[in-house]
């Protein structure tokens, strides 16, 4: 019987999950990944992620950075202190683009600007 609680947490740990705006989404369905979610509206994001993390069927789901807000806090410090499954939050484009944006606002000028 062990053998075989170990085995489903072994099959469940190999899988991973992708939920989140559809620029996310879309690069891991090409490359292969089936179990992919496109949600735009919170209260959807806040279920999938819930629903996802609490069947037991993952060892690891992807989440757009921007679904992290949308989730209560009592659930965000749960999903930050477990191991499997493991959720990664992941910037989408948009949002990296803007990062970046951001951190040309802040660089220092030149030597030769001056």
Do not use: H, W
């Not at 509206?41 to 921007?66: H, M, P, R, V, W």
């Not at 807000?69 to 499954?85: D, G, Q």
């Amino acid at each position: 019987m062990s053998e075989q609680v170990s085995k489903q947490k072994t099959d469940a740990s190999g899988r991973l999950a992708v939920v989140g705006d559809r620029e996310l989404v879309i690069g891991y369905r090409l490359i292969g990944i089936d179990d992919t979610f496109i949600v735009s509206d919170e209260e959807d994001a806040s279920k999938k992620i819930q629903e996802l993390y609490s069947s037991g069927e993952f060892g690891l789901i992807i989440a757009s950075n921007s679904m992290r807000a949308k989730l209560s806090s009592k659930f965000v410090a749960e999903i930050e202190e477990s191991i499997e499954p493991l959720v990664l939050f992941m910037p989408s484009q948009k949002e990296a683009e803007d990062e970046d944006k951001d951190c040309l606002l802040y660089t220092s000028p030149s030597p030769r600007d001056g």
